[in-house]
């Protein structure tokens, strides 16, 4: 287990505190990983310094990997993209208006050379975010790795020992 006051490892940010009731599904999936990581709200509209300044530190911080949720036009991810090669995991925030699908498109369609990788729209997309960074930690945090082979031992169990939906 890595220490609780490790340096974060993972960035999670979102465009809005209202996206947090998204986000904090990657929160949780990385506390209960042990995965170090830092929260915090920065907007590419409404704080675009501090997203330059965010991702411009990111590396040097020790970042390994950037959880970034946003809603609508959501061009948090790929701006983040644009200024740090630390690998970007963008997630669609389901919006009120067309249902997350503009959040979807607009973090999805990326120029060549700029990569963000998309997740699903949402909690689900929150979630696997968080799980696919733990995945890139693994090969150099063991305890990492362990974490994650028990939380899929455990999520296979479960399903396999509850076949009978009725019950
Ligand atoms: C985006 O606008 C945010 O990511 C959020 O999903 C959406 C709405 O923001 P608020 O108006 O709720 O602050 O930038």
Redesign the pocket.
């Known amino acids: 287990m890595l220490s609780p006051d490790a340096a974060p490892l993972v960035g999670i940010v979102?465009?809005?505190?209202?996206?947090w009731e998204t986000m904090q599904h990657a929160a949780a999936r990385l506390e209960a990983l042990g995965v170090p990581h830092e929260v915090r709200v920065v907007?590419?509209?409404r704080t675009p310094d501090l997203l330059f300044a965010y991702a411009e530190q990111a590396r040097g911080r020790g970042l390994r990997a950037i959880i970034a949720?946003?809603?609508?036009?959501?061009h948090?991810p790929g701006m983040l993209a644009a200024k740090t090669a630390v690998p970007v995991l963008g997630v669609p925030?389901q919006?009120k208006a067309l249902n997350g699908l503009d959040s979807l498109l607009s973090i999805v369609q990326m120029p060549a050379g700029v990569p963000v990788a998309t997740f699903a729209i949402g909690n689900a997309g929150a979630a696997n975010a968080a799980l696919f960074a733990a995945a890139l930690l693994a090969p150099e945090h063991p305890a990492i790795a362990r974490a994650l082979d028990e939380f899929r031992t455990r999520q296979t169990d479960e399903v396999l020992a509850n076949g009978d939906p009725r019950q």
Do not use: C, K
Not at 14 to 19: C, Q
Not at 69 to 74: C, D, E, N, Y
């Open positions: 979102m465009g809005s505190r209202s996206d907007s590419a509209h949720g946003a809603g609508g036009a959501a948090l925030v919006s």
